[in-house]
């Protein structure tokens, strides 16, 4: 099972993909910091879960929300961000998305949203929807 991350904050990034990859065994963790990378990528992204931010430098996570929906629809989405409101947790449910978590900025805030991850993809696993990716 692969676990993609999308956020231009390069250091948050590597953290949080560090706290995925020990709180989610077997998982490959993938960090994408520029929509451009993420875009060239998706398309090849098989039985795997997104966590995208929604504020991307120059970009809306609502916005690639959006295109990831449309070109793999099967793809479960997580929202983070650090500036939630309940507009864009509604855009997001709207859009598709599978969940929206706030984004953690403390180590313990971190693998709290791993092991939410965790249990989603157990939980989507289990229910065979990630190999129809």
């Given at each position: 099972?692969?676990?993609?991350?999308?956020?231009?904050?390069?250091?948050?990034?590597?953290q949080?993909?560090?706290?995925?990859?020990?709180?989610?065994?077997?998982?490959?963790?993938v960090?994408?910091?520029?929509?451009e990378?993420?875009?060239?990528?998706?398309?090849?992204?098989?039985q795997c879960?997104?966590?995208?931010?929604?504020v991307l430098a120059?970009?809306?996570?609502?916005?690639?929300?959006?295109e990831?929906?449309r070109?793999?629809?099967?793809?479960?989405v997580?929202m983070?961000?650090?500036?939630?409101?309940?507009?864009?947790?509604?855009?997001?449910?709207?859009?598709?998305a599978?969940?929206?978590e706030d984004?953690?900025?403390?180590?313990?805030?971190?693998?709290?949203?791993?092991?939410?991850v965790?249990?989603f993809?157990?939980?989507?696993?289990?229910?065979?929807?990630?190999?129809?990716?």
């Open positions: 099972m692969m676990i993609a991350v999308v956020d231009d904050d390069h250091r948050y990034l590597v949080f993909a560090r706290m995925c990859q020990y709180s989610v065994p077997g998982a490959t963790v960090g994408f910091t520029t929509v990378d993420f875009d060239r990528h998706l398309d090849a992204l098989d879960i997104i966590v995208l931010d929604l120059g970009d809306s996570g609502l916005r690639v929300l959006a990831v929906r070109r793999r629809p099967t793809l479960p997580i983070i961000s650090a500036h939630v409101t309940d507009e864009a947790r509604y855009a997001a449910r709207r859009l598709g599978a969940g929206f984004k953690p900025r403390d180590a313990d805030g971190m693998r709290a949203l791993c092991n939410s965790a249990r993809s157990r939980s989507v696993d289990a229910a065979g929807l990630l190999s129809q990716g």
